[in-house]
């Protein structure tokens, strides 16, 4: 069991001989608080209790949440390292033997080094998630850089978060997540929720916004699809997948057409009115309605319900971010909050709805291709010059910046990239433009791959290390509103498991690195540095002590001192992070998707999830109350659509696009629009929807266009009495 040192480990009085270890789910952004339940006679977790002491959410969890404990002990888990020997068996989950943690590191060590000696540091990458806590997001930044001295890393936050980072800091000059704790969410007057399927994705925040309703406030919420939010909101703007910047340019004009703009406000603290202005001029409600199919008095309505909420918060999440022009929508929806002066102050805002559970924080401390940590810049000469110092490498020594995640594949197709160290996140699944990237890492001379759990990606993997789960090891991560908590261990590593964190040291030794590793010995020295890493940064956790989250109930950065409380409220002064202190409106074309309907392919595609699932689904396919409730994939269709294509409810059709295909089973219902189908991406090989999903990026953020590609729907061929077809056969 862990030491009492920085959290009380309460003994279970209802349950003799358990303990409760207070923790968080390993899950989404929302972080919820939880206990674990722990058998004190074998040390194992055996289940789970809510904490109802935490304030963002009250004893509140999902379907994910209460059976995450599950993951731990599962019998799917890895336990020792494996190496595959016969490379002709890679993409398979054939042909893998255990090793030796000693001759699985012997031969990444001796690949890596054979690799780089022939091709040179940069041969050599990196790609983790977020899903880790801000200790492994940090030191595997620093690994990479240091220990591998390669510029190619990137994090699969670039497929969630990274069109949100991105307009945060054009508009304000800062990235946090939410200028506001989630605890004002059901005190204010107004939500404008865009792109996100709440009641599914974020449940246990959905308790805030009924009672925002129920006090007699406002919901409205823009989504192409009737999720069950849409359906329980004032005001539904169903617009087509895509149009999402034309939708928030109106909303700007007829704000300020309508008298509901804060001059004061937006003279004092912004930039950029008069071109804001002049553009959102042509963006009338019919105009509007042209391009998003949203019905005029629908547009009026919202902005008049927005404009005079005397307190109003515009949240958002993937279904505005995954978009090539995603950071465009990000900051034109923010355009909002500062015309009308509904920001810097409590109850109103923007905040998003973060997908990973370290989305905030993972996205900060050195996984992006061109971030130090503290959102620092690696083409910043001082930046750089600051972290060289704390890590104790010269200047010059530093690596450049490297590209995006999903251009490290097109890399890897040309052989620029031979070498992949690949870390809690499944690209085989999670990527766009699927066959493509599994064809980058097939190409690949060598690959490892760190998990919990035999993953679709780690079948391309020459050696798979067997990670640990949040629950074995301990650390922080960064909620969805910007908020520093902790994660708990509730028992020791099984098997021959290791954080990744250790992995790391212990590589960096082999590599002969390791006088820049060997004093990070544990999760808390790694605190230790990274705080220091982050001081004077943009996101600055240097007073982000354990003892103070554990003391707060965690900790809003920025915190630049162990004196200082933390930021819950961020621009309270009315000073953003730009030089002269001021937020900037965005004056934004709209664009188009980058893939209209045509004749051929007339139809929509979006994709998003679940409640029963997480991400890629490699942790939440193999719990059996989760896969029961989801087992495979689904194509939502329109009866108008279904009658058109002579489809039946529940029929298997092929879907197709320009890069691929695939066989969904029918869910028709009236929920959808009729020029736009939707599939949830939580399933992999043949059933993965990203094997359709366009590759084209956002040029600031780097985001693919997950929610919005060209589509076509077809029956298939009857086939003969008695037989399947080939794609039932692998559907079964």
């Known amino acids: 069991m862990p030491e009492d040192k920085f959290f009380k480990v309460i ?22 608080g939880m206990n674990l339940r722990v058998d004190t006679s074998t040390n194992k977790i055996i289940g789970v209790e809510p904490r109802y002491d935490w304030p963002v959410t009250l004893g509140k969890m999902c379907p994910k949440g209460v059976t995450a404990y599950q993951q731990t002990n599962h019998d799917d888990r890895l336990l020792r390292p494996l190496i595959r020997d016969d490379r002709s068996l890679r993409g398979t989950k054939e042909g893998f033997r255990e090793a030796s943690w000693e001759e699985a590191y012997d031969l990444i060590v001796r690949r890596f080094q054979e690799l780089q000696g022939e091709y040179g ?49 054009r508009t304000f000059g800062i990235d946090r997540g939410s200028t506001l704790p989630w605890t004002d969410l059901h005190e204010t007057d107004c939500l404008f929720i865009a792109g996100s399927n709440t009641a599914e994705c974020h449940p246990t925040s959905m308790f805030r916004i009924w009672e925002v309703q129920s006090r007699g406030g406002y919901l409205i919420v823009v989504d192409p699809r009737e999720t069950p939010i849409a359906r329980r909101a004032d005001l539904h703007l169903d617009l087509r997948p895509g149009t999402d910047l034309a939708l928030a340019n109106c909303m700007v004009n007829m704000l300020i057409q309508g008298g509901y703009a804060d001059e004061a406000f937006v003279a004092a603290h912004t930039n950029g009115i008069e071109e804001l202005t002049e553009l959102v001029k042509e963006f009338t409600p019919e105009y509007t309605s042209e391009i998003t199919g949203v019905a005029p008095e629908k547009l009026i309505r919202a902005a008049e319900i927005y404009g005079k909420a005397p307190n109003a918060v515009v949240m958002f999440a993937r279904g505005i971010e995954q978009q090539h ?18 920001i810097g102050r409590p109850k109103s805002g923007v905040a998003t709805f973060t997908g990973q559970g370290n989305g905030q924080g993972g996205r900060e401390h050195g996984q992006k291709a061109d971030a130090l940590p503290g959102y620092r810049k690696i083409t910043n000469p001082k930046h750089v010059e600051e972290v060289s110092k704390i890590w104790g490498i010269r200047p010059e020594e530093m690596p450049q910046p490297g590209v995006s995640a999903y251009e490290m594949f097109g890399l890897m197709a040309d052989k620029t990239i031979r070498g992949l160290y690949l870390l ?3 690209p085989a699944v999670s990527a766009p433009n699927l066959n493509e990237v599994r064809a980058a890492l097939m190409s690949l001379d060598f690959m490892v791959c760190s998990d919990i759990f035999l993953s679709e990606s780690a079948e391309y993997a020459d050696v798979v290390l067997p990670s640990t789960t949040w629950s074995e090891d301990e650390g922080t991560v960064t909620n969805l509103e910007g908020r520093c908590i902790k ?18 040291v212990e590589l960096a030794e082999r590599l002969g690195r390791g006088d820049y590793f060997r004093h990070l010995a544990s999760a808390r020295a790694i605190n230790d540095e990274f705080r220091l890493a982050s001081k004077g940064g943009y996101a600055d956790y240097y007073g982000v002590t354990w003892e103070k989250i554990e003391r707060q109930q965690g900790v809003f950065w920025p915190c630049k001192s162990e004196e200082d409380p933390g930021t819950p409220h961020m621009f309270l002064d009315k000073r953003f992070y730009h030089p002269d202190g001021k937020a900037k409106l965005c004056a934004l074309a709209y664009r188009p998707p980058a893939e209209e309907p045509c004749g051929e392919y007339p139809l929509r595609l979006t994709t998003g999830r679940v409640v029963y699932h997480y991400l890629s689904g490699n942790q939440t396919r193999r719990i059996p109350f989760l896969h029961a409730m989801c087992p495979e994939p689904f194509v939502e269709v329109h009866p108008e659509t279904a009658a058109r294509y002579g489809i039946e409810h529940e029929e298997r059709v092929e879907l197709r696009t320009r890069r691929g295909r695939a066989i969904f089973k029918v869910k028709m219902t009236e929920a959808i629009r009729p020029d736009t189908v939707f599939v949830p991406y939580h399933f992999g090989h043949d059933e993965s929807v990203n094997l359709l999903t366009i590759a084209a990026l956002d040029p600031m953020s780097r985001m693919p266009e997950f929610k919005a590609c060209a589509a076509q729907i077809a029956k298939r061929p009857s086939p003969a009495a008695g037989q399947a077809t080939t794609s039932e056969a692998i559907l079964r």
């Open 11 to 32: 003994e279970n009085k209802r349950h003799p001989g358990e303990k409760l270890v207070p923790t968080h789910c390993s899950y989404c952004g929302m972080q919820c």
């Open 121 to 169: 540091p940069d041969t050599l990458s990196v790609f983790s998630g977020v899903s880790m806590t801000n200790e492994k997001c940090y030191l595997t930044g620093k690994f990479a850089r240091v220990g591998l001295k390669t510029r190619y890393i990137d994090y699969n936050g670039r497929f969630c978060m990274s069109s949100a980072a991105a307009g945060f800091m």
């Open 325 to 342: 022009k995603g950071s465009d929508n990000v900051s034109a929806y923010t355009n909002m909050c500062l015309v009308t002066g509904k």
């Open 424 to 426: 809690c996140s499944n």
């Open 487 to 504: 994660i708990n261990k509730a028992q020791e590593p099984i098997g021959e498991s290791k954080p990744d964190w250790l992995m790391q």
